[in-house]
Nanobody
Framework: QVQVGESGGGLVQPGGSLRLSCEVS?????????IGWFRQGPGQERGVVGC????????YYADSAKGRFTIIKDNTKNTVYLQMTSLKDEDTAVYYCAAAADYGLAYIIPEDYEYWGQGTQVTVSS
């Protein structure tokens, strides 16, 4: 049984940093598939922040995340991190981690993912 869980959210001031963790069980980070990070702000649809695919070891970042966010995979802990820096008010959202088991997808839409965490709130405010 695959389980996905996020942690690390909280309140941070603009310009600050935060690291989110996505712990996965029942799913090996070296298999085909991917881990994606999504977020959903108030009144907004859930959208991709970034993802890492395992077969080709590729990462993708949404334009809003490029240069500020980094996805890091730790196989020894079966955990994927989302390191966020230079945070802005508009980064406030519930952040979700998701796991996709299939190979060869784009992994940038929620429909590509079968397993989801419960979400962790990130609030950027002074």
């Amino acid at each position: 049984q695959v389980q996905v869980g996020e942690s690390g959210g909280g309140l941070v001031q603009p310009g600050g940093s935060l690291r989110l963790s996505c712990e996965v069980s029942g799913f090996t980070l070296d298999d085909d598939g991917a881990i994606g990070w999504f977020r959903q702000g108030p009144g907004q649809e859930r959208g991709v922040v970034g993802c890492i695919s395992f077969a080709d070891i590729m990462t993708y970042y949404a334009d809003s995340a490029k240069g500020r966010f980094t996805i890091i995979k730790d196989n020894t802990k079966n955990t994927v991190y989302l390191q966020m820096t230079s945070l802005k008010d508009e980064d406030t959202a519930v952040y979700y981690c998701a796991a996709a088991a299939d190979y060869g997808l784009a992994y940038i839409i929620p429909e590509d993912y079968e397993y989801w965490g419960q979400g962790t709130q990130v609030t950027v405010s002074s």
